[in-house]
Every structure is written in structure tokens, then in C-alpha cells.
């Protein structure tokens, strides 16, 4: 059983150029969430969604769009990056709503230069 | 406003010690975990307790709603256990989202 799982786990990017960064989970749950961790900041949560075909913003979207076609899928996007969004990002899952049990995929950290 | 505190925020022990790890929060909660972050960066859930206590082998957790404090006790550390442990409440106030400590960071020793 995979759980969640992220692509790719490691990326530099240059400023101003885009990318996407996929999360997988085989556990069949509804809601699913993305995280910036950096250095003295704790995680903070950037997008989020209830459902298939719903996102809705979390702490720290600007920059940031998601998407969720799939139930099991949730992309990051980022359409022109910015040296402030470097950081290791997670994805998380959870089978209910704010009350469900978290689970982390294993991070993606992204440099921008 | 919403709050969440950890303390301390380091600690260094050597192995075999015991230790006790606090998470202090402002108001009602719904939801409260325990992560640990290991050196390689990865989250493993600890325990799910909004309330209540709960062991798994030589960890445990009490969560004390009304008094608005968790505690999680490691007991006969191991250097495995370093790292980052991380508590995330979640507020039915705040829409329930999770808000994150900001973690205490765990050395220990052989």
C-alpha cells in the first residue's frame, strides 16, 4: 500500500519558469492538502481540497494553483516561480473532513534560482 | 488569537533517558496530532488524540481538552527517535483547518 506519494522529489528551477508537482493517494480519501515547510515556519498550508473538483485557499496561496480532476490526484502548479518559493513542499491526505487522522507523502523539495 | 505552542523547542538527551514533549493550544479543539519528522525529512503520524490518552510502545499521549494541553511522553529514548516532533490542532473555530506548531527538535545521544 503506497499511501501518498509525490513527483517529483526533487526540482530547480530557474525564476520565472513553471512547474507541477503531482500527489497520489491510494487510500480513497476525500480530502487532500498541500504544505510549505521551511526553515523557522513550521508547515503551513497553501491549498486544500473536500472533494473531487474542489479547491479552496489555505494560509499561503498567492502564487500557487491546484487542481483536483481526480479523487486520488491533487496537482501544485506553479506558473512562474519566485526564489520566495523555495521550500520542501507535502502533500497530505485524510478520510474525513478536519477531524481525520493526517497522512503525509514523503516531500518534494524545490529550489528556485 | 489562534495558537498553537510547543516547548521546548530543543532538547537533547541521552539514550535510555525519558522525556516529555508539550503542546499548548488556545481554545476548543476537534483534532489533535503528533508527527515526528525524522533527519530524512519524512512525517509519520504518532497518534491521533483530540482527547484522552493513548500509548504505542514507548511513546504515549494525553490530551487534556478542557486545560487545553497535550503532552507526549518518550520513554528509554533511542537515537532513532531524533528529530523534529511536530502537534497540529485543529479548531472547529478556525473552520477546523490544522495549524501546526513550531515543533521540538530532538537530539538523542548514544
Known amino acids: 500500500n503506497a499511501g501518498v506519494t509525490q513527483t517529483p522529489k526533487f526540482r530547480v528551477l530557474k525564476t520565472g519558469q513553471s512547474m507541477t508537482l503531482l500527489c497520489a493517494q491510494d487510500?480513497?480519501?476525500?480530502?487532500m492538502y498541500w504544505y510549505r515547510q521551511d526553515p523557522g515556519m513550521g508547515l503551513r498550508l497553501i491549498h486544500y481540497?473536500?472533494?473531487?473538483?474542489?479547491?479552496a485557499k489555505g494560509e499561503v496561496p498567492d502564487g500557487y494553483n491546484v487542481s483536483r480532476l481526480k479523487k486520488q490526484n491533487f496537482l501544485l502548479g506553479l506558473e512562474s516561480a519566485a526564489p520566495s518559493q523555495t521550500s520542501v513542499y507535502f502533500c497530505?491526505?485524510?478520510?474525513?473532513?478536519?477531524?481525520?487522522?493526517?497522512?503525509f507523502g514523503e516531500g518534494s523539495r524545490l529550489t528556485v534560482l | 488569537g489562534i495558537q498553537v505552542e510547543q516547548s521546548p523547542p530543543d532538547l537533547i538527551l541521552q539514550e535510555g533517558a525519558n522525556s516529555t514533549l508539550r503542546c499548548n493550544f488556545s481554545?476548543?479543539?476537534?483534532?489533535l496530532q503528533w508527527f515526528h519528522q525524522n533527519p530524512w525529512g519524512q512525517l509519520i503520524n504518532l497518534f491521533y488524540?483530540?482527547?484522552g490518552t493513548k500509548q504505542n510502545g514507548r511513546l504515549s499521549a494525553t490530551t487534556v481538552a478542557t486545560e487545553r494541553y497535550s503532552l507526549l511522553y518518550i520513554s528509554s529514548s533511542q537515537t532513532t527517535d531524533s528529530g523534529v516532533y511536530f502537534c497540529a490542532v485543529g479548531f472547529p473555530s478556525n473552520t477546523g483547518k490544522l495549524i501546526f506548531g513550531q515543533g521540538t527538535t530532538l537530539q538523542v545521544k548514544p
Open positions: 487510500m480513497n480519501h476525500e480530502y
Open positions: 497530505a491526505s485524510s478520510y474525513d473532513s478536519w477531524t481525520g487522522e493526517l497522512f
Open positions: 481554545d476548543s479543539v476537534n483534532n
Open positions: 488524540i483530540p482527547s
Open positions: 481540497s473536500v472533494g473531487e473538483g474542489t479547491t
